[in-house]
């Protein structure tokens, strides 16, 4: 195995309503030759660290940023309850883009980070180039296995004196249950990076908000599989006007290929991958595969497609 790449550098960034969101980056492109700045969102119990090879794959021709979304990683959380919804996190998302001063964006996201870069997306399009989503949560009511926890995580109290009791677990068992889960072939993990995983989440263990982020995170997930077609992600994906990528992996326990299909009948302008012998984080698992993937939907792209004014109301408001 080749050395792991190390994970970049971390900053918080304010933002217009006072608060603070940590973020990771690579350096800032030396020359105006560069593509743009690509934002990485991670999904439950994930961080910007998930986005480490992915990041490094893209670098230096992209300006790449990974964002701890609230509640997790190095974020604050949220002040109210509500802040952890998938809209009210896709809402932040918009006001880091605009701290950063960096849109259009080419927005990327992993399984719930793939939801909220959903909704920022047909919220705001003027703001994102591009759109890439790996094993996006989409609502799916089809029973599966391993998902049978999720319902429980979500209860009130009961789901955060769960995640309370996960917490004790000793840190490298719960990486490794992650890894086990999330990977196809858990192999492909470096020792080294296995042990930075478990120094990261020893520090973020310290910081005291994660059982409540995580038990909200599964709360947010059911009620966005409830809810109302009309209100529902899959409607919100067929608003976005920007050339969406979609990756998906065979051998996914959390999330089902099968939604290949109906992803690409529900964007606009979408390609759907299906990777062979890939789980749920296959930017983690082949992020040159998956950078490659999005430098081919890049080039596609002709220059100046995002922002669809059309889509604003009089005044200025966005349709959904």
């Given at each position: 195995?080749?050395?792991?790449?190390?994970?970049?550098p971390?900053?918080?960034?304010s933002?217009?309503?006072?608060?603070?969101?940590?973020v990771?980056?690579?350096?800032?492109?030396?020359?105006?030759?560069?593509?743009?700045?690509?934002?990485?969102?991670?999904?439950?119990?994930?961080?910007?660290?998930?986005?480490?090879?992915?990041?490094?794959?893209?670098?230096?021709?992209?300006?790449?940023?990974?964002?701890?979304?609230?509640?997790?990683?190095?974020?604050?959380?949220?002040?109210?309850?509500?802040?952890?919804?998938v809209?009210?996190?896709?809402?932040?998302?918009?006001?880091?883009v605009?701290a950063?001063?960096?849109?259009?964006?080419?927005?990327?996201g992993?399984?719930?980070?793939?939801?909220?870069?959903?909704?920022?997306?047909?919220?705001?399009?003027?703001?994102?180039?591009?759109?890439?989503?790996?094993?996006?949560?989409?609502?799916?009511?089809?029973?599966?296995?391993?998902?049978?926890?999720?319902?429980?995580?979500?209860?009130?109290f009961?789901?955060?004196?769960?995640?309370?009791?996960?917490?004790?677990?000793?840190?490298?068992?719960?990486?490794?249950?992650?890894?086990?889960?999330?990977?196809?072939?858990?192999?492909?993990?470096?020792?080294?990076?296995?042990?930075?995983?478990?120094?990261?989440?020893?520090?973020r263990?310290?910081?005291?908000?994660?059982?409540?982020?995580?038990?909200?995170?599964?709360?947010?997930?059911?009620?966005?599989?409830?809810?109302?077609?009309?209100?529902?992600?899959w409607?919100?994906?067929?608003?976005?006007?920007?050339?969406?990528?979609?990756?998906?992996?065979?051998?996914?326990?959390?999330?089902?290929?099968?939604?290949?299909?109906?992803?690409a009948?529900?964007?606009?302008?979408?390609?759907?991958?299906?990777?062979?012998?890939?789980g749920?984080?296959?930017?983690?698992?082949?992020?040159?595969?998956?950078?490659?993937?999005?430098r081919?939907?890049?080039?596609?792209?002709?220059?100046?497609?995002?922002?669809?004014?059309?889509?604003?109301?009089?005044?200025?408001?966005?349709?959904?």
């Amino acid at each position: 195995m080749t050395q792991p790449v190390p994970h970049w550098p971390g900053r918080l960034v304010s933002l217009a309503d006072g608060r603070q969101v940590h973020v990771t980056e690579t350096p800032k492109s030396a020359s105006d030759a560069g593509k743009g700045t690509v934002l990485c969102v991670h999904g439950m119990s994930g961080a910007a660290t998930n986005w480490t090879d992915f990041m490094a794959e893209l670098a230096p021709e992209f300006d790449c940023v990974a964002a701890d979304l609230p509640g997790s990683g190095f974020s604050p959380p949220p002040e109210r309850k509500a802040g952890y919804s998938v809209k009210a996190l896709a809402r932040t998302m918009i006001r880091l883009v605009e701290a950063l001063e960096a849109g259009p964006v080419h927005l990327v996201g992993n399984s719930m980070g793939g939801a909220v870069c959903i909704r920022a997306a047909a919220r705001r399009p003027d703001l994102v180039r591009t759109l890439t989503l790996v094993s996006p949560v989409l609502p799916d009511r089809r029973f599966r296995r391993e998902l049978m926890e999720f319902p429980l995580a979500a209860l009130p109290f009961f789901g955060l004196r769960l995640m309370r009791r996960f917490e004790r677990v000793p840190p490298e068992n719960r990486v490794a249950g992650v890894v086990s889960t999330c990977y196809y072939d858990p192999s492909v993990v470096h020792p080294e990076r296995f042990q930075l995983e478990v120094a990261e989440l020893r520090r973020r263990d310290a910081l005291g908000y994660a059982p409540v982020a995580l038990s909200r995170a599964a709360r947010t997930l059911v009620g966005e599989t409830l809810r109302p077609r009309r209100f529902s992600l899959w409607r919100a994906a067929g608003q976005i006007p920007v050339p969406t990528l979609v990756i998906f992996g065979t051998d996914d326990k959390l999330v089902s290929p099968r939604l290949a299909d109906p992803a690409a009948r529900a964007f606009r302008d979408a390609k759907v991958v299906v990777l062979e012998r890939t789980g749920h984080v296959a930017q983690m698992e082949h992020p040159a595969i998956v950078a490659a993937r999005f430098r081919e939907m890049v080039e596609r792209t002709p220059p100046g497609i995002p922002g669809d004014a059309a889509r604003l109301s009089p005044d200025g408001v966005p349709s959904i």
